[in-house]
Nanobody
């Protein structure tokens, strides 16, 4: 069983920054690919960023590229999402997720929420204009 605890959301002004954390229990995160997704009200959950288990390569949605950074602290068994230059359209509930399959991504499988096996509870990010 894997548990993912998400924290760090809140209210920030446009242009500001937040750092989300996803702390794991039951698994060593460095051994698995991790993803961040977000869901705005009335919309589907969409991919934000992922980090691969084998080489630490990071993947980003075009909408956040250059502004968000996914990283991993193996000593804390935690994955982070640093969000800079936030925009009102970044407002959503953010979720982290873990892919337990330890596969090598051939295509863009990391984009799909169905690729992931366990999810954190989500944290609200609100961006005021």
């Amino acid at each position: 069983q894997v548990q993912l605890a998400v924290s760090g959301g809140g209210l920030v002004q446009a242009g500001g920054s937040l750092r989300l954390s996803c702390a794991a229990s039951g698994r060593t995160l460095s051994s698995y690919s991790m993803g961040w997704f977000r869901q705005a009200p009335g919309k589907q959950r969409v991919f934000v960023a992922a980090i691969s288990w084998n080489n630490g390569v990071a993947y980003y949605a075009d909408s956040v590229k250059g502004r968000f950074t996914i990283s991993r602290d193996d000593t804390k068994n935690t994955v982070y999402l640093q969000m800079n230059s936030l925009k009102p359209e970044d407002a959503a509930v953010y979720y982290c997720a873990i892919d337990l399959k330890r596969k090598f991504y051939i295509g863009a499988e990391y984009l799909s929420e169905y690729e992931y096996d366990y999810w954190g509870q989500g944290t609200q990010v609100t961006v005021s204009s």
